[in-house]
């Protein structure tokens, strides 16, 4: 167990729709990640933020969008899904604020599912 | 931008010293090589990180050349436990500030008894 939730573990939804992905981080971790992993894309990072501060980003979509509130709980939003959305997201946190200085410890990951 | 290169897969059996190569352009010079595993519906999980020159821990070791422009994850006499998706992980210079990172493909590397 790494320390990191996620919820929920599966999500099913509709194109068009708009869904909300929740992390929550290792106690006394400031840094949370998102990556999104597919079958033929790997592993892709999205965004990262430091105690509720956006620090990185990555391929992430405009349809996409994430914020870190100040218990340092993390939600990640996916609007106007497409069948391509469907993945497995992760989470993950680090004590610092630099992706490949810091462990990053990793949540299970929500499946979704867009139909 | 940085790029990443691993072999898709690799066989092994138990026992053996398995050796697994990213190589890696234009990565931010500042900062660290970390490569993780991961398990079939499982988050990644952290093995080692190096800067440069040789790093070991208890259950892998990591060779970094000078050029940086490639590591070498080393995992001494492999068992079946070992069977997993191994990533490296390094971070883009060119975003400006902190770093976008960047994971490898992953190298499927499955161990026979």
Known sequence: DSGVTQTPKHLITATGQRVTLRCSPRSGDLSVYWYQQSLDQGLQFLIQYYNGEERAKGNILERFSAQQFPDLHSELNLSSLELGDSALYFCASSVGDRGVAYEQYFGPGTRLTVT | ?113
């Open chain 2, 1 to 113: 931008l940085a790029k990443t290169t691993q072999p898709i897969s690799m066989d092994s059996y138990e026992g053996q010293e398995v050796n697994i190569t990213c190589s890696h352009n234009n990565i931010a010079t500042n900062d660290y090589i970390t490569w993780y595993q991961q398990f079939p519906s499982q988050g990644p999980r952290f093995i080692i990180q190096g800067y440069k020159t040789k790093v070991t821990n208890e259950v892998a070791s990591l060779f970094i050349p000078a050029d940086r422009k490639s590591s070498t994850l080393s995992l001494p006499r492999v068992s079946l436990s070992d069977t997993a998706v191994y990533y490296c992980l390094v971070a883009d210079p060119f975003w400006g500030g902190y770093n976008k990172l960047i994971f490898g493909a992953g190298t499927r590397l499955a161990v026979h008894p």
